[in-house]
């Protein structure tokens, strides 16, 4: 069974940085796809970067690719996700995604292509 932990997040001024991690365990895959995504109030999902293990493709989507950075490990399953210059827009639940395996049945910033889901940490930023 996939178990997902996430670490990071809090509250910080504009401007600001924070970095949000998230390991993975309990899969047998020898490739996975990992991701962040966030959540605003009453809004659906949105991924703000992911990777596949297999080759380090890397997607972060234009919104915050000047500000947010994504990493992997050398172990291949902790996603660290480092975001830069924060706005109070940021604010939003973050959310790890993961998916074992070589293909999604989406993109990869899509959440509909992940099956397992870590329980949401928290982004505040004040201005």
């Known amino acids: 069974q996939v178990q997902l932990v996430e670490s990071g997040g809090g509250s910080v001024q504009a401007g600001g940085s924070l970095r949000l991690s998230c390991t993975a365990s309990?899969?047998?895959?020898?490739?996975?796809?990992i991701a962040w995504f966030r959540e605003f109030s009453g809004k659906d999902r949105e991924g703000v970067a992911a990777?596949?293990?297999?080759?380090?493709?890397?997607k972060i989507p234009h919104s915050v690719k000047d500000r947010f950075t994504a990493s992997l490990d050398n172990a291949g399953n902790t996603l660290t996700l480092q975001m830069n210059n924060l706005k109070p827009e940021d604010t939003a639940m973050y959310y790890c995604?993961?998916?074992?395996?070589?293909?999604?049945?989406?993109?990869?910033?899509?959440?509909?292509?992940?099956?397992?889901w870590g329980k949401g940490t928290q982004v505040t930023v004040s201005s």
């Open positions: 309990g899969y047998t895959h020898s490739t996975a796809y």
């Open positions: 995604a993961f998916e074992p395996g070589r293909s999604l049945p989406g993109t990869m910033l899509a959440p509909e292509s992940y099956r397992n």
């Open positions: 990777i596949y293990t297999g080759s380090g493709d890397t």
